[in-house]
């Protein structure tokens, strides 16, 4: 009986891992997909501006 007990949570955890890939897996892509994609490119758009502002700032300081 010590041999059930000892691979009962092992069992539920791979269980539980199974159901986790498989709702991930199934949330991909569908109706949302467009919308995350876009809000993605937004922030990275978003953080490529940031990055280059202070370049700009940093050119026109050495200049003077």
């Keep these: 009986m010590d ?3 000892a691979l009962f949570a092992p069992t ?3 269980v539980a891992f199974t ?3 498989i709702t991930i897996v199934r949330s991909q892509g569908g109706a949302n997909k467009y919308k995350e ?3 993605v490119d937004a922030a990275l ?3 490529a501006s ?3 502002e202070p ?3 940093e ?3 050495s200049s003077d």
């Design 3 to 5: 041999y059930v007990a």
């Design 50 to 52: 940031r990055q280059a």
């Design 55 to 57: 370049e700009r700032g």
């Design 19 to 21: 159901f986790l890939i």
């Design 37 to 39: 994609d876009a809000a």
């Design 59 to 61: 050119a026109a300081r």
């Design 12 to 14: 539920v955890m791979a």
């Design 45 to 47: 758009a978003t953080a």
